[in-house]
């Protein structure tokens, strides 16, 4: 079973930038897409962006297109989320998980959520 940890959130000004991690255990975690989600107070885990198993293929939200940017190192059982051009309305806590169907944004078809990392973005 695969297990993943997050970090690399904390607290940064508006436009400035931040890379998360994905740090998985398990065999298995680089026959998975993986992908990110985010989940801000009050509201509802949305989806941010997945990357397929190899790193060849990604895709993203409308919101963070063109800022953020989803890769993965295979060797080191890492996936990865650059984020650039930081926006108030970032922030939330951000999980990742490993997908069954790449190509989907629907967080049912994504399991082995890590415990998440918190990204405060101030204006």
């Known amino acids: 079973q695969v297990q993943l940890v997050e970090s690399g959130g904390g607290l940064v000004q508006a436009g400035g930038f931040l890379r998360l991690s994905c740090a998985a255990s398990?065999?298995?975690?680089?026959?998975?897409?993986t992908g990110w989600f985010r989940q801000a107070p009050g509201k509802e885990r949305e989806f941010v962006a997945a990357i397929n198993w190899s790193g060849g293929g990604t895709y993203y939200a409308d919101s963070v297109k063109g800022r953020f940017t989803i890769s993965r190192d295979n060797a080191k059982n890492t996936v990865y989320l650059q984020m650039n051009s930081l926006k108030p309305e970032d922030t939330a806590v951000y999980y990742c998980?490993?997908?069954?169907?790449?190509?989907?944004?629907?967080?049912?078809?994504?399991?082995?959520w890590g415990q998440g990392t918190q990204v405060t973005v101030s204006s």
């Open positions: 398990g065999r298995t975690f680089n026959s998975y897409p």
């Open positions: 998980a490993t997908s069954l169907r790449y190509g989907s944004k629907t967080e049912t078809d994504f399991r082995s």
